[in-house]
């Protein structure tokens, strides 16, 4: 296939892409409750008139087929509805607001784009440097950035504070053609902080894309060929490196044109600028269901054709695709995955669940017998297959295999023993569930309801039963197998044997993790925030809902002077400490035993510990009281057996050269205590000694600031972790399958995720959030579902190349099944790289949660950072000036995210083979 | 051939190379002194991971971040190339020596035509005009057997053979003294490696140039190469002129590299050396072929044994006359 060829296939999949995406937008809006017509033409906003007229143009009396066909026909015409709100048609609209957010993007997308690229091309060229270190750290903040709160954040500063500029961006009322300069200058004097910001908030995502495309190329031997003939170092980078970057760095950046845009509606909201973003917002606002559906796909036409554009870029600048020559980016085989749907069981099996539709439509009441005659006929049918299956699982379970796990392989025999229960607790769960669904009276939804909630520990199972007779005692007794707490000992008994097995991988991870100083840091910031969490129950002074706790838009209380002076005193000896450690290292004095060191950071954590359970048991917090503990006993494990080494050696005189390092690490140690024993007595004594003290004010509702702040970070968490876990199964699955199968599977897969990447998925999360009800669960399914395609790309490309190692072909030639390969072979060989993404994933779902929650789109009852930002923005904090009200909560999330992508960043550095130094 | 009276070009006096690694100091390099004629091809054998790329990179100050040289000079018609700031290495890269290296494949820029990288680096050091460049650059295509029509062709348009002898007509395009060439023939297959060895008999009949030639590969030493030096462990431990290294080669190690080469025309026995080569980080004392010398005693295990000369036939053997 040559070069034209190859460009019209994009053609085509753009095209494809185009009416997937319509779609999506036909889908999502006819899910939502009720009648299409109801909401969409019988407005009260509109005349009687123009409503007949929609029912008419979109056909929203005729069949969904037809509506389909209707809907399609009147989008690519560009025929979008009529707008509530406005009342217009939303096709213009969408076009005016088109070209302002063009004015908006474009300069901030160059600008960004070269001061990325010079950010990632030196850190590269100076890898491991404190150039690198500099540029890496810049590019992981500006990444970590919201860009709505750096909107907001630039707007008090240079607008409210400074006065500068103009607060808002609305397009000045002047004629162009009467008065261009004046009209020019305007523009530039409104447009300059919402460029300044969408640049800044832009330049990680580039930067970091430049340097990892880079690291790639400076491996490569024509680079060592380049500096032998005697090429300056700049020549190297510029004239022979960069140009070879450059290939994946176009595609790359097209396909992360999504973020550009995901930045930009933020701006614009902040900015109260006219553009789509705006536009976006204020539909949301209305629920002007025909301007989000219009924009929606204009956004997403839009990305497809810049990711178009880049396509054709990427063939211009790659010679080995422009110079002729067959070119395939991967071997696509015939067969595989889809090899079975020749079998003829598979045709009996769609039969027959054809035939169970059918009659699910004619005669819903035998519905439930077909059913299971259905599944009893495919068990009969395979019933050898299936014999064999559970007799091959049985026998590990044999005596003798036992006996030779017991005395050869501890760890393997509790992972089996786990596994034994977990299978023999989810079948019992299913059983349970099916029957309690099965009666009549809502006794089913009571059943789950209880299972789910024992789960998470807030209920007990089984439920009081309204149910009678040998039926109840049945249900009673499955239900110890089937009890919530077996599952939660099963997984946990199951982790920690598999962690038990692995032990030395993992050890040796984490020591990598800990020698890289990112590393560190990322898992000491992430540490922080978990113990925030664990112990918010005793940190908020104050119920983060409670009305009226003081006065509304309170300002902070200053401290008491004794606290003041006790703060000062304790920051005053970290910072002589750390003075003294830097200027021991200055000094190249030797290390400290590591011992020593450990010991030290035991103390401390026990000493904490100590700080911490007084109050969790007088709060009667469960899970403060249980992670008080958690934390002393880690603290001691650490502390006590490096104490004694640690002992012998201090009184060893060769310690007289690292003295310094010691008093240093002392001081740190002691000043660390001193700030939390004072930290803990302002936030847990002021409340009640001081009445109305208020460390970090109140909002407009008389809520405590400070203790919105401390519990926000668990739902930001909870959510993240979630989410992340589901794409992670959903993105490694699908890399995984799509990788090791190859074939149609993969194009198909393939295929799939790059209409995902085209479509920018904060967009669709912030449309389908408008569209589900506002909740917790909504907000991890639709930050699950959109985030995979990455993960799915990256486990691909790495299973590919791992398929064709030798170590495969001999698992395969020994006659090992394909799911024994890819699942005791391929997985354990991408799991590193798995890890590392999960981390990386962790920080984009984080962020989504916190812009879908400052869009409005959050659970309105739980207390939440993005949250707490959307109000103070609604309720004029930044005109305002409410500082103490929009800072901390925007600061927190930038520390968060810093603190996971500094992790996951380091994770990659180590588990990536791509990355690895040669 | 070895005619000891001729010019000079380069002469290795005492280098020691270290690389700094986690586990230690890997001792690469160590005494190795050498010296390399106009017009002379040597050849630079042992096994993988003995020493000789290390020395070669040394030359052209090409070695990695983590390499360094800790003592020794490098006499490059007099003068000590070691001392030269960036600017003059820069200057005497592909000038005065160039590199022919391992995997042609992967050596050309994949982005830029062939003709042109050939013209950078003539512009690099010479101040000539484009067409001037172009026209040398198409000379040396067509004599390293290359239809000056393919020139303008991208490296993954090109066979593999076809980029060695690109690769090498880039080596020669500044008419540097010295071609470091880095394993030239190993990926490449029987008849494009004979190719290769033929390409460098004619050079080394029609011009002046020096090669210093870096292969496991024996028989390739033995077809084009004046002299030989053999390393082991990160020292020399045997270098003469090819014919005395083949027919009367004293170095137990030596013998043993010969002997187990195999010869498609004799049906002799295979012979092996038993063992690994040592562990870098900390070399064996003494003599470092001695844990696998059949003939070692303990005077090779406690003393590094010199490298004495006879004849301008050099070896490191305590027990050189006594076998």
Redesign the interface.
């Known amino acids: 296939m040559g070069l034209r060829g190859t460009l019209a296939k994009r053609v085509v999949q753009a095209i494809v892409t185009i009416f997937i995406a319509l779609a999506i937008d036909f889908i999502f809006f006819h899910m939502l409750p009720g009648d299409p017509a109801t909401f969409l033409a019988r407005n009260p906003n509109i005349p009687e008139a123009a409503q007949e007229q929609i029912i008419i143009a979109f056909g929203l009396d005729k069949p969904l087929p037809e509506q389909f066909f209707l809907f399609i026909v009147n989008f690519l015409t560009g025929n979008f509805g009529i707008s509530f709100r406005y009342q217009t048609d939303v096709g213009i609209l969408i076009l005016h607001r088109l070209l302002n957010t063009l004015l908006l993007i474009l300069p901030a997308t160059i600008a960004s784009i070269a001061i990325g690229i010079y950010i990632g091309k030196h850190s590269a060229w100076k890898r491991g440097e404190r150039a690198d270190a500099v540029g890496l750290i810049i590019s992981l903040l500006t990444y970590s950035i919201p860009s709505f709160f750096l909107s907001m954040f630039f707007i008090m500063l240079f607008a409210v504070n400074l006065g500068w500029f103009p607060i808002t961006a609305i397009i000045p009322n002047i004629d162009f053609v009467s008065n261009p300069l004046l009209f020019t200058y305007e523009i530039v004097r409104r447009l300059i902080l919402p460029w300044g910001v969408l640049t800044i908030a832009l330049i990680g995502v580039f930067a970091l894309i430049m340097r990892n495309a880079l690291l790639d190329v400076l491996s490569?031997?024509?680079m060592?060929?380049?500096?032998?003939?005697?090429?300056?170092?700049k020549?190297q980078l510029d004239?022979?490196a960069v140009?070879?970057a450059m290939?994946p760095v176009t595609t790359i950046i097209a396909l992360n044109l999504g973020a550009t845009v995901a930045g930009a509606l933020q701006v614009e909201v902040i900015f109260s600028y006219p553009g789509i973003g705006r536009l976006l917002w204020d539909g949301i606002l209305w629920r002007d269901y025909p301007v989000l559906q219009g924009t929606f796909f204009v956004i997403t036409v839009v990305m497809i054709f810049a990711n178009l554009a880049a396509d054709f870029l990427y063939y211009w600048?790659?010679?080995?695709i422009r110079?002729?020559?067959e070119f395939t980016l991967t071997d696509e085989k015939k067969g595989g995955f889809f090899g079975w749907f020749l079998r003829p069981f598979t045709y009996l099996t769609t039969v027959l669940l054809c035939l169970d539709i059918v009659i699910l439509l004619l005669a819903p009441s035998y519905a439930a017998l077909f059913l299971i005659s259905t599944l009893a006929i495919l068990v009969f049918v395979r019933r050898q297959d299936i014999l064999r299956f559970i007799w091959n699982r049985a026998k590990l379970y044999s005596p003798g295999n036992l006996t030779y796990l017991w005395t050869n392989h501890r760890p393997q025999l509790l992972i089996r023993l786990s596994q034994l229960v977990l299978t023999l607790n989810v079948l019992f769960v299913t059983i349970v569930m099916i029957v309690a669904l099965a009666m009549p009276n809502a006794y089913g939804l009571e059943w789950v309801l209880s299972w789910a909630t024992t789960f998470v520990g807030a209920s007990v199972f089984p439920p009081v039963s309204s149910l009678e007779g040998w039926l109840h005692v049945l249900m009673l007794s499955a239900s110890i197998i089937a009890h919530p707490l077996l599952t939660i000992t099963s997984l946990a008994g199951w982790l920690y044997g598999y962690f038990l097995n692995r032990q030395v991988q993992t050890i040796a991870m984490v020591r990598q993790i800990l020698g890289n100083k990112m590393g560190i840091v990322g898992a000491v910031t992430v540490s922080a925030f978990a113990a925030l969490a664990i112990f918010g129950d005793i940190l908020a002074p104050y119920d983060p809902t409670a009305h009226l706790t003081g006065t509304p838009r309170q300002p902070p209380t200053p401290l008491p002077l004794d606290q003041a002076a006790l703060l000062d005193v304790s920051l005053a000896i970290l910072v002589i400490g750390a003075v003294v450690w830097v200027y021991a290292s200055y000094r190249n004095r030797p290390n400290i035993s590591a011992s020593i060191q450990w010991a030290f950071i035991g103390a401390f954590l026990a000493y904490v510990a100590i700080l911490l359970l007084p109050h969790s048991l007088a709060r009667a917090s469960s899970l403060a009281t249980a992670g008080a503990f958690l934390l002393g006993g880690i603290g001691l494990a650490l502390a006590l057996p490096n104490l004694r080494s640690a002992l012998r050696e201090i009184t060893k005189s060769a310690l007289r050269p690292s003295l310094e390092r010691l008093i240093g690490l002392t001081m740190l140690t002691l000043g660390l205590a001193l700030l939390m024993t004072t930290s803990l007595w302002i936030i847990t004594g002021n409340p009640t000694s001081f009445p109305g003290f208020h460390l970090l004010g109140t909002d407009q509702l008389g809520r405590d600031v400070f203790s919105q702040l401390v519990i926000g970070v668990r739902i930001t968490l909870i959510i993240g972790l979630v989410a992340t876990m589901i794409t992670m199964f959903i993105g490694g699955m699908i890399g995984l399958l799509a990788g090791y199968y190859g074939g149609i599977a993969d194009s198909l897969l393939m295929r799939f995720t790059d209409i995902f990447f085209v479509i920018p998925g904060l967009v669709i999360m912030i449309i389908l959030g408008a569209i589900l009800p506002p909740s917790v669960y909504s907000l991890i399914i639709i930050i699950g579902i959109f985030s995979w395609p990455s993960t799915a790309r990256i486990v691909r490309g790495q299973v590919l190349t791992i398929k064709e190692r030798d170590y495969i072909e001999r698992a395969r030639a020994v006659g090992g099944s394909k799911s024994y390969i890819m699942f005791k072979h391929i997985l354990p060989a991408v799991a590193p790289l798995i890890v590392a993404n999960t981390v990386l994933v962790t920080a984009y779902a984080i962020l989504s949660e916190v812009v879908l929650d400052f869009f409005g789109l959050g659970d309105p009852t739980m207390v939440s950072w993005g949250t707490m930002l959307y109000q103070a923005f609604g309720s004029g904090a930044m005109t305002g000036n409410l500082w103490w009200w929009v800072f901390p909560p925007g600061i927190m999330v930038v520390l968060l995210l810093m603190g996971v992508s500094m992790l996951g960043y380091a994770m990659d550095e180590i588990a990536n083979p791509r990355l690895r130094r040669r | 051939m070895a005619d000891t009276k001729r010019e000079v070009f380069l002469e290795v006096k005492n280098l020691r190379i270290t690389y700094e690694t986690k586990q230690g100091k890997v001792k690469a390099a160590e005494n190795v002194s050498f010296r390399i004629h106009r017009g002379e091809f040597i050849g630079l054998s042992g096994e993988s991971g003995c020493g000789k790329t290390t020395t070669a990179l040394s030359l052209?100050h090409?070695l990695p971040k983590e390499g360094k040289v800790e003592e020794g000079v490098i006499l490059f018609k007099g003068e000590n190339i070691l001392d030269y700031d960036?600017k003059k290495v820069?200057?005497?890269?592909?000038?005065d020596i160039?590199?022919v290296?391992q995997?042609a494949m992967?050596?050309?820029?994949?982005?830029?035509?062939a003709i042109d990288q050939m013209i950078?680096?003539l512009r690099?050091?010479e101040d000539v005009t484009e067409q001037e460049a172009k026209e040398r650059s198409l000379e040396l295509i067509k004599s390293v057997g290359i239809d000056p029509a393919r020139a303008t062709?991208?490296p993954?348009?090109l066979s593999g053979g076809m980029k060695q002898r690109l690769m090498i007509a880039?080596a020669l395009v500044c008419h540097p003294s010295i071609i470091i060439a880095d394993e030239p023939t190993t990926a490449l297959d029987v008849m494009v490696q004979a190719q290769i060895l033929d390409l460098f008999n004619q050079l080394r009949d029609r011009t002046n140039l020096s090669v210093l030639l870096i292969t496991h590969d024996l028989s390739v030493l033995a077809e084009t190469c004046d002299r030989i030096i053999i390393m082991y462990a990160g020292r020399i431990v045997e270098t003469g002129r090819t014919d005395t290294i083949f027919t009367m080669p004293e170095h137990p190690y030596t013998k043993k590299l010969i002997s187990s080469f195999p010869s498609i025309l004799v049906d002799k026995e295979i012979d092996f050396i038993p063992g690994n080569p040592p562990d870098l980080i900390n070399p064996p004392s003494g003599c470092r072929f001695n844990p696998r010398c059949d003939f070692a005693v303990d005077r090779c295990r406690q003393e590094v044994p010199p490298l004495e000369c006879e004849n301008g036939h050099c070896v490191a053997c305590w027990r050189r006359h006594e076998f």
Not at chain 2, 106 to 113: F, I, S, T
Request: zero cysteines; a neutral charge; charged letters at 30%.
């Open positions: 490569e031997d024509y060592i060929t380049a500096k032998a003939k005697g090429r300056t170092e020549d004239k022979e140009p070879n290939i600048l790659d010679p080995r110079v002729g020559t | 052209m090409l960036t820069e200057a005497l890269r592909w000038r160039s590199m290296f995997g992967n050596a050309l820029n994949p982005v830029h035509k950078t680096a690099i050091h062709s991208y993954h348009e880039l």
